[in-house]
C-alpha cells in the first residue's frame, strides 16, 4: 500500500524545486508533495538551534499528508538537523549531503573535493572536504533573476577565487547554485566536475524505493502538490524557473 | 511615571538599528528596548498577510516590556502594518513612513520626490510620490558588509537609473539604507536631497515626547537592551556597524 503514497519533500523556500526537478526526472511516476517554508526562507544565514525548530515543523507537516518517505532539500536544514531528523522520524528521511558527498568521492580523481553553500551549511562542517566556501550573495541574486549581471560575475569570481586552481571537483552545496552552474563551470574551468546535490539525493532515493519494493508502479505521470507558508506575487515566477515547469496545484499553510 | 518607560522599537532584524541610532542622537537620556526578528528576516520580500502577522507578535512583545511608545523601524512593517497597529495599541505606535513624507516634502523643491525601498514596501503605496523603484540587492549586499565592492556600484547603478535626472529629493526608505547614503548619493548627484526616515521618525518622537511631558528627564544616558528571536555568530558584528556602538545587553527570545 506504501507504494501509492507520496514523497515528501521540504525546503526553506523554493530552492529545493531544484531537487524536485531532478526527482521528477529519476522517478516520474512517483507523487511529490513540496513544503517551501517562505514565511522563514532563508535558512542559510540563521543558527542550527533555529533551524532545527524550523525543520522539525517542516517534516511534521508532511507527516500530516502521510508521504512514504521524506527529502530534505535544504542543504542548510540537511547540515544542521538531518541527523537529528533520521534519528526520531519513523519513515526514511533523506538528506543531500550524504549522497552528495558519495558521488563527489567518486568522481574526484586526485580526492581535490571542494563544496560552495550558504554561510550555515559551510560553518556547520556537515560537508566534510578539505576546500570550503560560503557564497552567501549567491541565493539572493538567484532569487532576484539577475544571473546575468556582470554584479554576479564579480561576486562568483571573488568567492570562487580561494578554490580556484586548487580543486578538481565541487559540490555545489545549496539548492540554488544549479542555476548558475554554467557560471560556476566557466570560472572553474573545464575540468573541474561539479556535483549537484539534488541529482544525487535522487538517484539514492531511486535506489531506496526500488530495493524496498516502494516504486510507485502506476503507469501514469506522477502529481505534484505545492505547499507554502507565505505565498506572494512573485512566487510562482520564480518558482516555475527553479522547477523547470508550470505550477498547477499551489496552496498557502501554516505551519 | 510614564517618562521613566523604555522607547520600544522593533524591526525584521538588525536594519533597525540605524534608526536606533538616531534616536539616540535626538533623544541621549532615553531607555530603548529593541526587538529585531532575526529568526524571519527579511520582511521585505514577504506578503502583506504574513508581515502584519509577525508585526503584530513583535508589537506584542514590547508592550509586555512596558514600554511608553513604540517605534515600527521597518519600511516594509510600517507600509503593511503602520495603520492597523496605530489603530489597535493603546499606547502610541510611530512608523518610519508618515514622518519622511512629511520632511520629504519640505525638503524639496520642485516636489519631485522619489523612494527606494524593499519590494514589499514599493509594491504597498504606502510611500505617495511619483517615483519608485524597489532595490531588492541592496539589503544582502549591506548584511554581507560588501558595500565597497564594484559590483554593488553596478547594481547602484542599475536600480537608481530608473530615477536620475528625475528626482530632487529621494527617500531612502529601508532601514539598511542609509549605511551606503554615500554610494546613492554619488550616483544621483549632489543635488538630490537624500531623506534618512530615522532621522525623521526621531524628530517626530522627540517633538510628541516634548508636547506629551513624556521626556525622560533624567541626566543619565539611556539604557539600551537588545532583544532578538535568533542569534547567530555574525549578528554582534554587523549589528555594531549599524548602531555605531557596542551592543552589551543582548538576549534571544522567542515571540
Known amino acids: 500500500m506504501n507504494k501509492r503514497k507520496a514523497i515528501g519533500v521540504f ?15 529519476a522517478l516520474p511516476n512517483e507523487d511529490i508533495v513540496y ?23 517542516d517534516a511534521k507537516f508532511l507527516l500530516n499528508k502521510n508521504v512514504k518517505c521524506i ?3 535544504c ?26 558527498m558519495i558521488d563527489a568521492k567518486s568522481a574526484s580523481k ?21 576546500y570550503k566556501e560560503a557564497c552567501p550573495l549567491f541565493v539572493p541574486f538567484i532569487e532576484e533573476g539577475e544571473i546575468e549581471s556582470d554584479a554576479l560575475r564579480i561576486i562568483v569570481k571573488k568567492y570562487l577565487s580561494s578554490l580556484k ?14 542555476i548558475i552552474e554554467d557560471l560556476i563551470g566557466k570560472e572553474l574551468g573545464k575540468k573541474v566536475i561539479l556535483i549537484n546535490p539534488g ?11 526500488t530495493t524496498n519494493n516502494l516504486l510507485n508502479t502506476g503507469y501514469k505521470k506522477g502529481s505534484l502538490r505545492f505547499f507554502v ?17 508550470k505550477i498547477r496545484k499551489l496552496e498557502e499553510v501554516k505551519i
Open 35 to 57: 513544503l517551501g517554508d517562505t514565511a522563514r526562507v532563508p535558512y542559510g544565514t540563521r543558527s542550527k538551534e533555529i533551524v532545527t525548530k524550523f525543520s522539525i515543523e
Open 165 to 178: 586552481g586548487k580543486i578538481d571537483t565541487l559540490i555545489m552545496g545549496c539548492t540554488h547554485y544549479p
Open 199 to 209: 541529482i544525487s539525493v535522487s538517484g539514492e532515493l531511486k535506489n531506496y524505493l
Open 71 to 73: 527529502v530534505i532539500a
Open 75 to 100: 542543504n542548510t536544514s540537511s547540515a544542521y538537523a538531518g541527523k537529528y531528523l533520521k534519528q526520531t522520524i519513523k519513515i526514511p528521511v533523506f538528506d543531500v549531503i550524504v549522497p552528495a
Open 229 to 245: 507558508t507565505d505565498l506572494t506575487e512573485r512566487f510562482v515566477k520564480v518558482a516555475e524557473q527553479f522547477l523547470g515547469q
Open 110 to 130: 586526485r580526492g581535490k573535493i571542494g563544496v560552495i553553500g550558504t554561510r550555515g551549511t559551510i560553518a556547520s562542517g556537515a560537508y566534510k572536504v578539505r
Open 11 to 25: 525546503d526553506s523556500g523554493l530552492g529545493g524545486l531544484t531537487v524536485v526537478k531532478e526527482i521528477i526526472k
